[in-house]
């Protein structure tokens, strides 16, 4: 599975952005998708997953009830809304997959998910 992230750029705080991460190379079926990020010098950090079939959520407590995952298995995209942006939302955001368990868990793990995409660039400004 290749896994390219796109949708990222420079937003004052407050405002929105639609991350988008497309599939392809290998059916999306039974994948688990999760989002990440790393802020410069820091580890990269669990951001939200879901699981394949039934499509299960799972936010970290620094974005729960601002930023929603989806994903539309028919386009092989998922999707990243990601509202009342925060400066500390500032980081490269990383998509990631995985078929372990065949895809229903929606780890926060990182050493679960198998596929990477590039990163795409999210700046918050105060």
């Known amino acids: 599975v290749q896994l390219q992230a796109s949708g990222g750029g420079l937003v004052q705080a407050g405002g929105s952005l639609r991350l988008s991460c497309a599939a392809t190379g290998r059916s999306f079926s039974n994948y688990a998708m999760g989002w990440f990020r790393q802020a410069l010098g820091k580890e990269r950090e669990f951001v939200a997953a879901i699981s394949w079939s039934p499509a299960n959520t799972y936010y970290d407590g620094s974005v729960k009830g601002r930023f929603t995952i989806s994903r539309d298995n028919a386009k092989n995209t998922v999707y990243l809304q990601m509202n009342d942006l925060k400066p500390e939302d500032t980081a490269v955001y990383y998509c990631?997959?995985?078929?372990?368990?065949?895809?229903?868990?929606?780890?926060?793990?990182?050493?679960?998910?198998?596929?990477w995409g590039q990163g795409t660039q999210v700046t918050v400004s105060s």
């Open positions: 990631a997959a995985h078929s372990a368990y065949g895809g229903s868990w929606a780890s926060r793990d990182k050493g679960v998910y198998n596929y």
